[in-house]
């Protein structure tokens, strides 16, 4: 059997139940079998699930604060997604699980994956930035 293409568009979305179809959003990935016109719904959450484990883990930029007696992280692409730790080690453990589980909340709601955007970067100041 010749192997065919799929390219990712919104129309896929309502099927990536647990699968970032953001990520996969106007992808095309080749297909190999029989092509079908009329994808069962189980046969296309199967060829977006085998997309996205090729394309690899999302990264997300985390924001690290040391307070006083704690540590306390957030994620700017994904609002409310905050952590607490006693160290700096701890608190980046704790925002991974709490990024898994927003995320998978998400595509068990049926919302969008949002597609990780901002960034981090340092600027110095003062008279040696110069």
């Known amino acids: 059997m010749d192997p065919w293409?799929?390219?990712?568009?919104?129309a896929c979305f309502p099927f990536c139940a647990t699968v970032d179809c953001e990520a996969l959003a106007e992808r095309s990935f080749t297909v190999h079998g029989?092509?079908?016109?009329?994808l069962q719904p189980a046969t296309l959450k199967s060829i977006l699930r085998q997309a996205a484990s090729r394309i690899g883990p999302m990264r997300y930029a985390v924001v690290i604060e040391k307070g006083e007696r704690n540590c306390s992280a957030y994620v700017p692409d994904l609002p409310?997604?905050?952590s607490v730790g006693d160290t700096p080690d701890e608190v980046k453990a704790e925002i991974r699980e709490a990024i898994q589980y927003q995320l998978e909340g998400m595509r068990e709601d049926g919302f969008p994956i949002p597609t990780p955007s901002s960034r981090a970067e340092y600027v110095e100041v003062g008279e040696q930035a110069a």
Not at 5 to 10: N, P, Y
Not at 34 to 38: G, I, L, N, Q
């Open 80 to 82: 409310g997604c905050v």
């Open 5 to 10: 293409a799929i390219t990712v568009t919104r």
């Open 34 to 38: 029989k092509f079908s016109a009329d």
